[in-house]
């Protein structure tokens, strides 16, 4: 069961969810499980910050919605940073899980020059 930690951001008080290994584990499970069609995507929410979805503040702390869309970005930043601090495992895993998509990317993607098959993976 994760930790919960209390923090404050701009006079905001909330608590941020330490995760266990295995509530990680849970994460990334749930990482490919298609969303519900009725949902609309949230497009402006997913790009907002660089490597963090406003979806990603919901999971790991216990702010709700409607009080992340009245801060401001910089402090929905500060509330980022907390939450990294407290799990840096899983942004670290995050991290390797996207360079390594983009270097499979690369070979998937890329054509031998002399007409022989595609490159080894690294």
Same mark, same amino acid.
Request: glycine share 4%.
């Given at each position: 069961m994760a930790i919960d930690i209390q923090k404050e951001?701009? &006079? =905001? !008080?909330?608590l941020v969810h330490k995760l266990t290994i295995r509530e990680i584990y849970e994460l990334f499970a749930r990482a490919d499980v298609p969303r519900d069609p009725s949902e609309e995507p949230d497009w402006i929410g997913n790009v907002l910050f660089e490597d963090v979805t406003l979806q990603d503040v919901l999971t790991f702390t216990d702010l709700n919605r409607e @009080? %992340? %869309? $009245?801060? %401001? +970005? &910089?402090?929905v930043e500060a509330v980022i #940073? $907390?939450?990294k601090r407290e799990n840096p495992h899983f942004f670290a895993a995050c @991290? @390797?899980? $996207?360079e390594a &998509?983009?270097?499979l990317d690369?070979? =998937? !993607? #890329?054509?031998?020059s002399d007409g022989s098959?595609? +490159? #080894? %993976? +690294?």
């Amino acid at each position: 069961m994760a930790i919960d930690i209390q923090k404050e951001v701009a &006079g =905001i !008080t909330f608590l941020v969810h330490k995760l266990t290994i295995r509530e990680i584990y849970e994460l990334f499970a749930r990482a490919d499980v298609p969303r519900d069609p009725s949902e609309e995507p949230d497009w402006i929410g997913n790009v907002l910050f660089e490597d963090v979805t406003l979806q990603d503040v919901l999971t790991f702390t216990d702010l709700n919605r409607e @009080r %992340l %869309l $009245e801060m %401001l +970005p &910089g402090d929905v930043e500060a509330v980022i #940073s $907390e939450v990294k601090r407290e799990n840096p495992h899983f942004f670290a895993a995050c @991290r @390797r899980l $996207e360079e390594a &998509g983009k270097r499979l990317d690369a070979v =998937i !993607t #890329s054509k031998p020059s002399d007409g022989s098959s595609a +490159p #080894s %993976l +690294p």
